[in-house]
């Protein structure tokens, strides 16, 4: 018996009836005429020695061998598809694609575009903000920067900042607030974003890391980071908020962090590509900008005292 694969016509024919259930959408789909399709799959039966598929009045279904056929047929031009995008992006250095969270899109990456461009005319930014798990062929994205404690198998994956968090709030709100205790009279901001993660972080475990009691059973809640860190600096309460989000709200004096104790987060953002794609020069000029840019962050950390989250358990 040969293993010679039928025409790739026939079989691009086959996996596109056999996924609409319908030659007249097969043939729309491919741009043909339903009997030029139709003849596509009897040369494949043809080829195979039995019928790939049983002719009803309006309808068709798959026999034993479609079936056996169909999945490896539809698995095969996923993959050659996905290979043929990937080997297109090879040749397109001047459009960068880079997905990121909401929250460190519009506080981390947004406000530094300029900036970018400034460095690099040559390389056309594109945003992708989700949290949904990413796959790097079918969605065309080039970067991602991810935030969590995830192990990325088989990916080039590098921390960017070790995070940490610490109260953060208004100057004018500071003059008031000047002593950790009393944060107990204020109105705490919560950050739900990190609530998933099995290590506590929230205000509970800052409180024990200062070596204090706090009420964090009040205040206002917001799934997002972004969003808590916007509340905080329209001066509606305290944030514990996390510095590598809040580096150009400090810079710029919209909040301030008044208190020595941080809370080292387990969690941390990290640069994240296909391995070997972080040595073409777009993406590998983007991880340098990146990375330099990270750097201004880590100054908050001056004098301060930074204990771990997983210390306290």
Request: charged share 25%; with cysteine.
């Amino acid at each position: 018996m040969s293993d010679r694969l039928p025409p790739l016509t026939a079989l691009r024919a086959f996996e596109a009836a056999a996924r609409h259930m319908s030659f007249a959408q097969a043939a729309a789909e491919l741009n043909v005429t339903p009997a030029a399709l139709s003849y596509q799959i009897k040369a494949l039966e043809a080829d195979l020695g039995m019928p790939v598929f049983r002719r009803l009045n309006r309808a068709v279904e798959l026999t034993e061998a479609g079936r056996s056929l169909a999945p490896g047929a539809r698995d095969a031009f996923a993959t050659l598809q996905a290979a043929w995008r990937t080997t297109k992006r090879l040749n397109d250095s001047g459009v960068l694609t880079v997905t990121a969270g909401p929250a460190f899109t519009s506080k981390w990456l947004a406000p530094r575009m300029y900036e970018f461009a400034q460095a690099h005319p040559e390389i056309e930014l594109r945003f992708l903000a989700t949290l949904r798990l990413i796959d790097f062929d079918r969605d065309e994205v080039d970067v991602a920067i991810r935030f969590g404690i995830d192990h990325d198998k088989g990916l080039y994956a590098r921390p960017l900042i070790e995070e940490w968090m610490t109260p953060m709030m208004t100057p004018a709100m500071a003059e008031k607030i000047n002593t950790p205790e009393k944060l107990a009279d204020a109105v705490l901001v919560h950050d739900d974003s990190i609530a998933p993660f099995k290590i506590p972080m929230g205000w509970g475990a800052w409180a024990q890391a200062a070596g204090m009691e706090l009420d964090d059973t009040h205040g206002p809640r917001f799934s997002q980071a972004d969003h808590a860190l916007d509340a905080a600096i329209a001066g509606a309460g305290v944030v514990l908020g996390r510095v590598s989000l809040a580096t150009r709200a400090l810079e710029a004096g919209r909040l301030v962090a008044p208190f020595e104790v941080g809370l080292i987060s387990e969690a941390q953002f990290r640069f994240i590509c296909p391995p070997g794609n972080e040595k073409r020069p777009h993406i590998a000029a983007f991880e340098a900008w990146v990375m330099d840019e990270i750097k201004a962050s880590r100054k908050f950390a001056d004098g301060r005292r930074l204990i771990r989250a997983s210390d306290l358990l």
